[in-house]
């Protein structure tokens, strides 16, 4: 099993970025799949999850209205489109495969001006 994430970077408030986590090693099409973050001395959260399907979506709290998950099952791939992005969204954002639980090697995001 292998997730890579790509796509963090420094982006000022307000700003966007899109997240990508290629997966491989399994059957992608067969699994939901989440995002997690952590941020500096916290522990580490759920932001989203998205059924195999892709019909069934779920969102923190703290994002709901901003961030965007989605996935391509024909590329492996599953995305996570983060707008109007706060400093507080400043993490290492993991890609997450469940049963067993596997976990990319994250990617940061900061989020300052």
């Known amino acids: 099993v292998q997730l890579v994430e790509s796509g963090g970077g420094l982006v000022q408030p307000g700003g966007s970025l899109r997240l990508s986590c290629a997966a491989s090693g399994f059957t992608f099409s067969s699994y939901s799949m989440s995002w997690y973050r952590q941020a500096p001395g916290k522990e580490r959260e759920p932001v989203a999850f998205?059924?195999?399907?892709?019909?069934?979506?779920k969102y923190a709290d703290s994002v709901k209205g901003r961030f965007t998950i989605s996935r391509d099952n024909g590329k492996n791939t599953v995305y996570l489109q983060m707008n109007n992005l706060k400093p507080e969204d400043t993490a290492v954002y993991y890609c997450?495969?469940?049963?067993?639980?596997?976990w990319g090697q994250g990617t940061q995001v900061t989020v300052s001006s």
């Open positions: 998205i059924s195999s399907g892709g019909g069934s979506i």
């Open positions: 997450v495969k469940p049963a067993p639980d596997f």
